[in-house]
């Protein structure tokens, strides 16, 4: 899925849970040139608000410009 959307998997290879993060996207501003990390989740499943809720837990965790959640 993240290779549908041109997003960088994460290349996490420690075992247990993956702190919620399935890839990276990298988009540079355009006022400033500097470059911002944005995180990727995809769920597969019915998605509900707890699901947006650990998005943006994570996008704070991780000092991300933007989290994206993908729904297939």
Do not use: N, W
């Not at 702190?19 to 944005?38: E, T």
């Not at 707890?50 to 994206?68: C, F, M, P, Q, S």
């Amino acid at each position: 899925m993240l290779s549908l959307v041109d997003v960088h998997p994460a290349q996490d290879k420690r075992k247990g849970a993956d702190r919620g993060i399935d890839g990276y996207l990298c988009l540079f501003d355009d006022g400033s040139g500097q470059r911002k990390k944005v995180v990727v989740q995809v769920k597969s499943s019915e998605v509900s608000v707890l699901h947006v809720r650990d998005l943006r837990g994570t996008v704070e965790r991780e000092g991300a410009a933007l989290g994206i959640l993908v729904m297939l």
